[in-house]
């Protein structure tokens, strides 16, 4: 059993670190916590990042093909993905248009 976020915060998974192992993280009103490490608890070799808002929901995927799960944010039809994975909304954040207030956002690798 793990202990790593707090009453509200929604769990997010993915290969943070690019080792081949999931481990997981929690997002909150645009508030980040990656167990980067993968020990289970939070730690000088985590990572925390501020990305999104609060009304947005957390998506992670890897988002450049790099080998790392990186961040990204969904709300009323609207992606916003950290697609270079260092945690800060740049000219680089990829934004999409696809859904519509309401939809749920819904990750995958489909091909």
Do not use: E, Q
Request: net charge negative; no cysteine; charged share 15%.
């Amino acid at each position: 059993m793990y202990s790593f976020g707090a009453p509200g915060f929604t769990p997010v998974v993915g290969d943070w670190n690019g080792d081949g192992t999931d481990k997981i993280g929690v997002y909150k009103d645009g508030a980040w916590y990656l167990d980067n490490d993968g020990s289970g608890t939070w730690n000088f070799g985590d990572k925390s990042y501020s990305f999104g808002a609060p009304g947005f929901s957390p998506v992670v995927g890897d988002w450049n093909n790099g080998g790392k799960t990186k961040i990204g944010v969904y709300k009323d039809g609207a992606w916003y993905l950290d697609y270079l994975g260092n945690g800060t909304w740049t000219s680089n954040t990829k934004v999409y248009s696809f859904g519509a207030p309401g939809f749920t956002p819904l990750i995958g690798k489909w091909s």
